[in-house]
């Protein structure tokens, strides 16, 4: 509660590394982040994203703006109560009158309540965009930046945007991600603050001195005047403007925080834990030591990337695109084989007989590279599978392996040793895929020499709420 008995509000984006959104005004663009996560959700409650499908884009299959990396339309949003959020999609448009129309959104009044629908932004743009290729990637300016610059990232985007598709930016005067875009619906702002945490995975951005790489980005064409203003995590967005559901007007409305900050401040007790979750995608992250500053050049092929944390400190995140996603896509063609022989079955008993199979296979020799969707600082890389041999071809041998690959995967990625020199002293387990696959859980034990704690939620809205209470809020109000 804040002041007052006031309750406080935060939406919180899953960052994981991964690229944030954007939006769109003549209005605003949005750009979606979250690899794998909700994408943003209210404090007091968390929330699923809208069904995104993880499939991989190689150079020249682009997503278009307003669908799924796999093709699929996504749906307009209607944001409704707290318990409700779930805005992984945007379509519509409308500025911003004082009298009553906030910047990209018209209030209505439904049946229990107020809503908003977007007006004048364009369709959510997320972390699973493909279109900018490694080629083209590589012609963008080197940014002033510890942080290397991927496909999905915001800038990224906008700059395929500009050699693409210049006219259709000429209608936009704001860019943001979708969890800003939520905040400033609820607070009527003209324009879109952004956190140092969801900029820094952006691109062309510099951490240090808190500002995006102006020049290096007007000597290039890039609209500068899409990029938002840059606030402290923790800092006071401004207050809503009308009663939303049970929430009274005048409620403060924190800064959109990156959701892997917020998730890893739900669970990491102490600083010598480490964060690892795995759900769709794979993330683990330490807090690096007292007064650590990366590095100032980017290293597109470094597997750890740096990213802001609180209290002006760092994470060191290996955040591989390669998790649950993986088992849901052997699922999918074990069901589609079957299907092809005439045999129909559900996902769901398919997942679970395969569980059972490898939880009786304690070993196996066969050895499974899952990167199905490539890594980022490895765009190209494919899966592979080796060490076959006859008696190893069983579900369970071959699901054993798979869930192996993912672990060896993201330890290539951020070995022990390292997390060691770090000071690491215990490793906290969380995440979806990881709760409901007991082989999955052993395979974790078995590739840390570290104490591994299970069934520590992650939870990005219970951290975003546990930062505004545990340090005073800042006021920035516009």
């Given amino acids: 509660m804040g002041k007052r008995g006031v309750p406080l509000l935060h939406v919180a984006q899953w960052l994981t590394g991964e690229a944030p959104p954007r939006l769109r005004l003549p209005g605003w663009m949005e750009w979606g982040v979250s690899a794998s996560r909700p994408e943003p959700c209210i404090a007091e409650s968390s929330g699923d994203g809208c069904g995104v499908r993880h499939s991989r884009h190689r150079p020249g299959h682009h997503v278009c703006e307003g669908r799924l990396a796999g093709g699929r339309a996504r749906r307009p949003i209607r944001v409704r109560g707290p318990g409700e959020l779930c805005p992984s999609c945007a379509g519509g448009g409308g500025g911003r009158e004082r009298g009553g129309r906030a910047a990209g959104c018209e209030w209505t009044e439904g049946d229990t309540a107020s809503v908003f629908e977007p007006r004048a932004v364009s369709h959510l743009v997320t972390w699973q965009d493909g279109r900018c290729s490694s080629s083209f990637l590589a012609s963008l300016p ?67 001195s808190q500002s995006w790489n102006m020049e290096i980005l007007k000597a290039s064409g890039f609209p500068v005047h899409l990029l938002p203003d840059i606030a402290e995590p923790g800092t006071v967005a401004g207050r809503t ?57 980017a290293d597109p092929s470094a597997p750890v990337a740096y990213f802001p944390y609180f209290h002006s400190t760092y994470l060191g995140v290996a955040a591989s695109l390669n998790g ?154 516009p």
């Fill in 324 to 477: 649950g996603n993986v088992l849901a896509t052997f699922v999918h063609m074990l069901v589609q084989w079957m299907a092809d022989l005439g045999l129909e079955v559900e996902e769901s008993t398919v997942y679970s007989r395969m569980i059972e199979a490898a939880a009786q296979q304690r070993d196996t020799c066969l050895t499974i590279t899952p990167t199905v969707l490539g890594e980022r600082h490895l765009p190209d890389q494919l899966a592979s599978v080796t060490r076959i041999s006859s008696s190893d071809l069983s579900l369970g041998h071959v699901t054993r392996a798979l869930c192996r690959g993912i672990v060896q995967n993201l330890l290539s990625m951020l070995p022990f040793q390292q997390l060691a020199e770090w000071g690491v002293q215990r490793v906290m387990g969380s995440g979806s895929a990881l709760s409901r696959n007991e082989v999955l859980k052993q395979e974790v034990q078995r590739a840390f020499p570290l104490p591994v704690s299970f069934g520590q939620d992650v939870d990005a809205a219970v951290g975003a709420a546990l930062v505004l209470l545990r340090r005073p809020m800042k006021q920035k109000e």
């Fill in 241 to 297: 403007s009308r009663v939303w559901f049970e929430i009274p007007k005048g409620t403060q409305v924190g800064v959109a925080l990156g959701d892997l900050q917020a998730s890893v401040y739900s669970c990491m007790a102490q600083r010598t834990d480490a964060v690892l979750n795995i759900s769709t995608s794979v993330q683990l992250a330490a807090s690096m030591p007292p007064g650590f500053q990366p590095a100032q050049t």
């Fill in 142 to 208: 080197q940014p002033e930046s510890h942080l290397s610059v991927a496909t999905g990232f915001g800038c990224a985007t906008i700059f395929w945007l500009l050699k693409n598709s210049p006219e259709l930016l000429k209608s936009y005067d704001a860019a943001g991600t979708i969890q800003d875009y939520v905040v400033a619906m609820l607070c009527g702002l003209p324009r879109p603050l952004m956190s140092d945490q969801n900029a820094a995975s952006w691109g062309y951005f510099n951490t240090r």
